[in-house]
């Protein structure tokens, strides 16, 4: 009877148990709204798999997400959203086994969801119909028209994303240079340069050492209806005599060299960015792949020309920064912290204005292309 007991107890225990250690924990929901994008984050604190529906009824529309073997943790049930398409964002344990998160929403919206990794994230890009952009009135003078409206017309708001920040340093360069150091520094000299012409406007996505997730980054650069997204980063490598710069536009790839610089970027290991492959191709049927390359095309030719100092090329690969973005954008690697001389040059204020000229100058030249064939 005693025995019987004992293993009574362990029965009804091992639910319980099971479930404490292994049910993934649905931790935080975050989200970055403007009038017409908003882009939800749900933090769980393992991959897990989920199922999402979308619910039309007459005067209300839900897509709920069905997280399974996970466990709400921390969370209120209901999240006000005071911007943006989304009324409210819901959480609850729908089954033992099973959390649903709802996304309620006053109109049918166009959405797409991918999952992001270390750590687990899915996320929730939302679209409404953007509402027509007023036209500039016509100028009398052709003399008073700024160097911006001459050239560009098309490209008023550029968002310059300086890699990593406060608890992520980057990559480090022997005697402590770091990458996110650099990149800041860059970003800010960037942002000088554009902003002499008046009519263009310049966002950074961090002007000081903080952290910004990468899933943010691309987020505000939708908010702000940005035109061009250009991400600075500095390299690092295993082999220490390559060198030069690289100017990436997202695709998939199948370059050791390149998917190596993306799983570094994106935190995560080269086979995570394997499983990368078929979300990747869904996604550029929507982006601006082609206007992208031609960017980065402007920026190598700048570079070079401003810093004299090789480029290994306009690549693809699959940055977690720039999937989502809805405008051109493209990811410049400045230089190798695991290179000397590279290292020797990214740690010089002359060396890096050059590069900032040359980013500027490149951003300046593609929107002086528009209606002229491409490169
Ligand atoms: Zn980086």
Redesign the pocket.
């Known amino acids: 009877m005693k025995k019987f007991f004992a293993f009574s107890i362990l029965i009804l225990a091992f639910p319980l148990i099971l479930f404490s250690q292994e049910r993934a924990r649905v931790h935080n929901i975050r989200y970055f709204s403007s009038s017409d994008y908003t882009r939800v984050v749900i933090d769980i604190d393992r991959p897990v798999t989920f199922q999402e529906k979308k619910l039309i009824e007459p005067d209300r529309v839900r897509i709920y997400f069905d997280i399974d073997n996970a466990k709400v943790f921390n969370l209120p049930p209901s999240i006000p959203v005071s911007k943006g398409y989304i009324k409210e964002i819901r959480v609850g344990q729908f089954t033992l086994k099973t959390v649903r998160v709802v996304l309620e929403f006053a109109e049918v919206v166009k959405y797409r969801t991918f999952t992001l990794y270390s750590p687990f994230r899915i996320v929730v890009d939302i679209y409404g119909e953007r509402k027509a952009i007023p036209k500039t009135p016509p100028v009398s003078k052709p003399e008073e028209l700024t160097i911006a409206r001459q050239l560009g017309l098309g490209v008023k708001k550029i968002v310059i994303d300086p ?2 920040g406060g608890d992520d340093p ?2 480090i360069g022997p005697g402590g240079v770091l ?2 150091n650099i ?1 800041l520094d860059i970003a800010i000299k960037l942002k000088e340069l554009l902003e002499k012409n008046a009519d263009l406007k310049v966002v950074l996505t961090r002007d000081k050492d903080v952290f910004v997730p990468l899933e943010v980054r691309t987020a505000i650069a939708n908010s702000e209806r940005a035109d061009l997204f250009v991400s600075i ?4 490598t295993r082999n220490k005599n390559i060198s030069g710069f690289e100017v990436y536009t997202l695709n998939f790839t199948k370059d050791p060299h390149a998917i190596e610089i993306a799983a ?2 994106n935190a995560v290991s080269s086979k995570t960015i394997g499983e990368l492959e078929s979300l990747i191709k869904k996604i550029l049927l929507n982006t601006k792949k082609e206007e992208s390359i031609n960017l980065a095309k402007f920026i190598e030719n700048n570079l070079i020309k401003h810093t004299k100092v090789r480029s290994l090329g306009v690549k693809e690969a699959p940055f977690y920064v720039l999937i989502g973005a809805e405008m051109p954008s493209i990811l410049v ?1 400045v230089g190798f912290l695991s290179n000397l001389n590279d290292r020797t040059r990214l740690c010089s204020d002359v060396f890096r204005t050059n590069i900032a000229l040359g980013l500027s100058e490149g951003i300046l030249n593609y929107i002086n292309s528009f209606g002229k064939p491409s490169m």
């Open positions: 890699g990593h980057g990559a990458e996110k990149t980063h500095a390299n690092s570094s970027e690697e």
